[in-house]
């Protein structure tokens, strides 16, 4: 997700679809599995 995330936020849109043709569904799954452990942490530390 980190590969993703810097190269869009460092080189923006052009240069995300440039170096990862077709990934932005790759990229969406992993923000999402990892937005699910974040959610089961905080389950954890409200018990």
Do not use: W
């Not at 980190?2 to 969406?28: Q, T």
Request: proline letters at 2%; hydrophobic letters at 35%.
């Amino acid at each position: 997700m980190y590969a993703y995330e810097s190269v869009f936020a460092m080189r923006g849109l052009d240069e995300f679809n440039s170096e990862f043709p077709n990934s932005i569904d790759d990229y969406k799954q992993k923000v999402d599995h990892f937005n699910e452990v974040l959610d089961k942490i905080k389950d954890l530390q409200k018990n």
